[in-house]
C-alpha cells in the first residue's frame, strides 16, 4: 500500500544550492546582479544622454518609454534575485519575474518589427550600447534564465492574462498622455498619423495578441521548468 502523499516545502527544492542550475548557484548569483547593473548602468545613461541639448526625448518622455519601464524593473528584480536566497523569496516571485521575461521579449521583438530603423539586421549587436544592453542583451538573458534556471511554482492558467494587465495599463497611459500633449512613445500609437485611430488600434490589436501568445509560451515554459525539479525531487527522495 503506497504511504499517503506529502506536501513538500518550498525549501526542499532548493536543498542543494551547489547544482548547475540551482538559482542559488555561484555562477547565477553572479550573472544575475552583472546584467543587472549593466542594464541599469545603461539606463543611466539614457537618462543623462536625455538631458543632453538636441536630445529628441527628454526624461520624462524617457520613462514614458515600455522599454526603459521594463529594464529598470527587470535590472532590479535580478539584483534582488542574487540578494536572497531562493527559498526566503516570496512565492510569487516567479510568477514576478515570469512578468518581466514576457516584457522584455516582447520589448525585443517589438523594436525588431516596429521601432529599428529601416534596414537594421535583426541579429545585428552592433548598436548605441545602452540600445544593446536594452533591447538584445536583457531579453536574451532573462530568457535564458527563465528556460535555464531551477523554477519551483507552477503558474495558474491565468497568470498569462494577469500579465498583461501592465502592457495594456501602459496603452493607457500612453494614450491619454498623448491627448494632452501631442507625444507619443511609439509611432504605432498615435492616431495623429496616417490612417488614424483605425491604423493605431489595428497594430495595437496585433501587439496584445502577440503578448498573450508569448505570455502563454512563458507561462507554459515555467510551469514545465518547475515541473522537472519537482520530477527530480521524487526521483532523489528516499523510499519511505
Known sequence: MSSPRKLVPLEAYHRDPGRAL?????????????????????????TYDATLPGNDVDIFQLYSEFTVQANLGLGLLLIASAAWPAARLPRWWDHLFGAFVLYLVMTGLIYIVLVAPPGEPWWSWDLYWPQMAHHRLAPLYVLLDWLLVTRTVRGPWWRPL???????????????????DGWYVYDFLD?????????ALASVARVLVAFLVIASLVHLAGNARAALARGRLRRERPAT
Open 22 to 46: 540551482h538559482p542559488d548557484s555561484p555562477w547565477v548569483r553572479v550573472v544575475r546582479p552583472l546584467v543587472g547593473g549593466f542594464v541599469l548602468a545603461a539606463l543611466v545613461q539614457k
Open 191 to 199: 492616431p495623429t498619423l496616417e490612417g488614424g485611430w483605425r491604423a
Open 162 to 180: 494577469a500579465w498583461l494587465a501592465y502592457p495594456v495599463a501602459f496603452l493607457i497611459f500612453s494614450w491619454v498622455r498623448g491627448s494632452v
